[in-house]
């Protein structure tokens, strides 16, 4: 699936920071992937 994306050359930088820059971390998100699933009890 393609998308066509049309910005200015100062949005089109800022939304490749935007993807460059690393997760901050989640403590929750973390704690909820690290959970087992009721059906896997």
Known sequence: DRRYFDLSADALKRFTAML???PTSNGKLR???RTRAPWDE
């Open 20 to 22: 460059d820059t690393p």
């Open 31 to 33: 704690r909820l992937l």
